[in-house]
């Protein structure tokens, strides 16, 4: 089993900065290979925003390049996503997401999701 927490949502003024964490635990955990970040807006389907393998390699949405940093700590199971010059549109739940990839399957686990609103 894989249990995933966020923190650090909330509201901020367009232009600010946030920084979500989310840790990672479960006597599984270990098989969980690459963690991310999702988002979904008001009437918005669930979108990748930003994903990080155990060896470090990242993919971002083109909406955040620039903007948003993905990094991991894999000595405390943990990522964290550092986003800067918010945007209105960056409000959502922002929730944690951890891939277990084998040959033959992939499975997803989720976190309980965190707010992040961005005023104008």
């Known amino acids: 089993q894989v249990h995933l927490v966020e923190s650090g949502g909330g509201l901020v003024q367009a232009g600010g900065s946030l920084r979500l964490s989310c840790a990672g635990s479960g006597r599984t955990f270990i098989n969980v290979d690459t963690m991310g970040w999702h988002r979904q807006g008001p009437g918005t389907e669930r979108e990748l925003v930003a994903a990080?393998?155990?060896?470090?390699?990242?993919t971002y949405a083109d909406s955040v390049k620039g903007r948003f940093t993905i990094s991991r700590d894999n000595a405390k199971n943990t990522v964290y996503l550092q986003m800067n010059k918010l945007k209105p549109e960056d409000t959502a739940v922002y929730y944690c997401n951890g891939r277990v990839t084998t040959t033959a399957w992939e499975y997803d686990y989720w976190g309980q999701g965190t707010q992040v609103t961005v005023s104008s």
């Open positions: 990080i393998t155990r060896d470090g390699r990242v």
